[in-house]
């Protein structure tokens, strides 16, 4: 018999979540606006507590009708007992479970933490493509054959196929030990505050010219991608720039967005460029999350040495004044982006970027389960630059490709600018204290990250590893994913010589 499916590979990351503290008419709202029945509720350390429903709603909707005003906070009207499931139960199993329950959904665990939800639609859904035992054929839990094009270059397969080989050595489940990279924080900081996805394969594709030359793996499949969402931050960031909403990037940020941390003597000298050059050194707590649990930090592509320990009390430099890659930071970063557009950041990415890119709209950006803050009477889901928590951007390659394309192009896609020339010229622009970084880009200059290729370079780079590469000299876009990052160099280097030839 075929191994079982495991609820983990079907279950709902992208999930509604609450807080005990949320006004319960605010909470009600959320339900309404985003047509779920209910929600899981979050408590500060990222525990689940409870479960907020519409029967409880009515509850609440029942006494505020007797006393004439609303009262009391979700704590006071979820159903503290809550029946889970494993990530780890196959299909048959939960199966089993939900004929012994009344529920229809159930909250899926892993480790103790809430990592997706499954209901009996998404069985029957799934059962449906499966054989009587709940196993996939094999034919349909197969990898994506390696495609080429008519007329690729020789050579690209051998280096595709290179690639493949030596994928990375992360597991694919994250419920093993083997998977991102929280783990290698200090406690409590060593785990996850938001919700992840099992990884696919090995995958990429290959573009010149704005022709698709090779895909491979599963290209197609929206996966977490880590820190290249730094990436689409700064492409956010630009969106600002080019509207006016960000005129000066050397005005401090706190000028425009206030009482969310750029106070005080230290952090009000923080600029909107520092943020972006990741030379800010805002001190402080993002969502729970001191910054001083990235201080330390070895970043593969830093010649800078690395004088304590990861999580150790750095003494702080002026902003402006050192350079380091912070995932806190850059999470505030977010935080301030969210206040200055008044809205959330993945619908600008949607209409800004991604729509006019011609990416899908299956890609999904989601935040910690305690990133929900108030916006002009709205309460909105404030999201990570990366996945080093949990949360963060999951999106398929093609899309990634998409977005690459444009720019390669100067921030054009067809007749639109979509970007003005002028930000990618400051994206490009060499950090004076780290000539290998730019707006939340890495660059080549001096072949310093990646010694294989062209010193025009310049990189979207997440852990795992993802990366988009744009090859301005070979007018090509490149995007690889999970792939050994030993091996990096010498994939990358392969598969640009083979579009030389």
């Not at 999350?289 to 150790?312: C, I, L, M, N, W």
């Not at 930071?329 to 600008?348: D, K, M, T, W, Y």
């Not at 800004?352 to 002009?376: F, K, L, M």
């Not at 000299?473 to 990052?485: E, K, L, M, T």
Request: hydrophobic share 40%.
């Amino acid at each position: 018999m075929m191994a079982r499916s495991k609820i983990s590979d079907y279950m709902v990351t992208e999930l509604v979540t609450l807080v005990p503290e949320m006004e319960i008419n605010r909470a009600m709202q959320v339900l309404l606006d985003r047509a779920v029945s209910g929600a899981p509720v979050i408590d500060g350390k990222g525990e689940l507590v409870g479960v907020l429903s519409q029967k409880d709603c009515l509850k609440a909707a029942l006494n505020a009708s007797y006393y004439q005003q609303w009262g009391g906070a979700v704590a006071d009207y979820m159903s503290a007992e809550v029946e889970t499931l494993d990530a780890e139960l196959d299909i048959v199993e939960a199966a089993e479970r939900f004929l012994a329950s009344h529920y229809r959904r159930f909250p899926v665990m892993l480790e103790g933490r809430l990592v997706g939800q499954i209901s009996r639609s998404d069985l029957l859904r799934l059962w449906s493509i499966t054989g009587p035992d709940g196993s996939l054929p094999g034919d349909q839990r197969m990898e994506n054959e390696l495609q080429l094009a008519a007329g690729a270059p020789v050579g690209l397969e051998a280096a595709i196929r290179f690639a493949i080989a030596h994928e990375s050595p992360w597991s694919r489940d994250p419920a093993s030990g083997n998977w991102g990279v929280h783990r290698d924080d200090p406690p409590p900081w060593n785990r996850l505050l938001g919700p992840v996805s099992p990884r696919g394969p090995c995958s990429g594709v290959v573009v010149r010219n704005g022709v698709q030359l090779a895909a491979w793996g599963e290209p197609g499949r929206e996966d977490l991608t880590f820190s290249v969402a730094k990436t689409y931050l700064a492409l956010i960031a630009g969106v600002a720039h080019d509207r006016g909403l960000l005129p000066e990037l050397d005005e401090p940020v706190g000028a425009r967005v206030r009482n969310i941390g750029f106070e005080g003597d230290h952090n009000a000298a923080v600029t909107w460029r520092h943020l972006l050059q990741q030379t800010s050194e805002w001190e402080g707590e993002c969502f729970g999350v001191p910054e001083q649990a990235d201080r330390y930090r070895v970043v593969s592509f830093d010649p800078t040495p690395v004088h304590g320990r990861k999580g150790e009390a750095r003494p702080l430099r002026q902003p402006g004044g050192y350079w380091e890659y912070n995932d806190v930071r850059i999470n505030q970063l977010s935080l301030a982006l969210l206040h200055l557009f008044g809205r959330p950041l993945p619908e600008v990415f949607a209409e800004a970027i991604a729509g006019p890119c011609g990416a899908s709209s299956d890609w999904r950006w989601v935040g910690y389960d305690n990133a929900w803050v108030e916006i002009g009477g709205r309460l909105v889901q404030s999201v990570p630059g990366g996945t080093h928590w949990g949360g963060g951007m999951s999106i398929d390659s093609f899309d990634q490709a998409l977005i690459g394309q444009m720019l390669l192009s100067g921030g054009r896609v067809g007749g639109t600018q979509v970007l003005s020339s002028e930000w990618i010229k400051l994206m490009l622009t060499p950090c004076a204290l780290a000539p290998f970084y730019g707006f939340l880009v890495w660059l080549n200059a001096g072949k310093r990250v990646f010694p294989g290729l062209p010193e025009s370079s310049w990189f979207a780079i997440g852990a795992g590893s993802s990366i988009t590469w744009i090859d301005p000299q070979r007018d090509a876009v490149v995007v690889v994913r999970w792939i050994d990052a030993a091996a990096t160099n010498e994939v990358l280097a392969g598969i640009g010589n083979a579009l030389q030839a």
